[in-house]
């Protein structure tokens, strides 16, 4: 499985951004997929995750970030709405066919990664 993310940028704060992570070479259908975001020097961060529906969410984004899958199109999304300089880092996407419900926010539990994309937000 290969998962590739894209649709970072420079956005001033308040601006809004949607990532993508394009999954190739299995289908989406039955896998978990998450979002993280790391800072360098720091620990990377659960942003947001979902199995077949709704989405479980960070305190730090949440009613700021949307995440969706379209199972056709083999593509996960993150809306990024009200963006904030402390949402700066390079996001990563995250996919696994076994994660539990209630280990969504745990990057230890996807065995698949792909290469981040930065997010900077700054005016």
Same mark, same amino acid.
């Given at each position: ?6 649709g ?6 308040g ?6 992570c ?10 978990? *997929?998450g979002?993280?975001?790391? *800072? ?6 659960f ?5 077949q ?13 949307t995440?969706?899958?379209d199972?056709p ?12 300089p402390?949402?700066?880092? *390079?996001?990563?996407c ?7 419900t209630s ?8 065995a698949?990664?792909?290469l981040?994309?930065?997010?900077? *937000?700054?005016?």
């Amino acid at each position: 499985v290969q998962l590739q993310a894209s649709g970072g940028g420079l956005v001033q704060p308040g601006g809004s951004l949607r990532l993508s992570c394009l999954v190739s070479g299995r289908s989406l259908r039955s896998y978990a *997929v998450g979002w993280f975001r790391q *800072v360098p020097g720091m620990e990377r961060e659960f942003v947001a995750a979902m199995k077949q529906t709704g989405g479980t969410y960070a305190d730090t984004v949440k009613g700021r970030f949307t995440i969706s899958r379209d199972n056709p199109k083999n593509t996960v999304y993150l809306q990024m709405n009200s963006l904030r300089p402390e949402d700066t880092a *390079v996001y990563y996407c995250a996919a696994d066919p076994s994660v539990i419900t209630s280990n969504l926010a745990n990057q230890r539990a996807y065995a698949n990664w792909g290469l981040g994309t930065q997010v900077t *937000v700054s005016s």
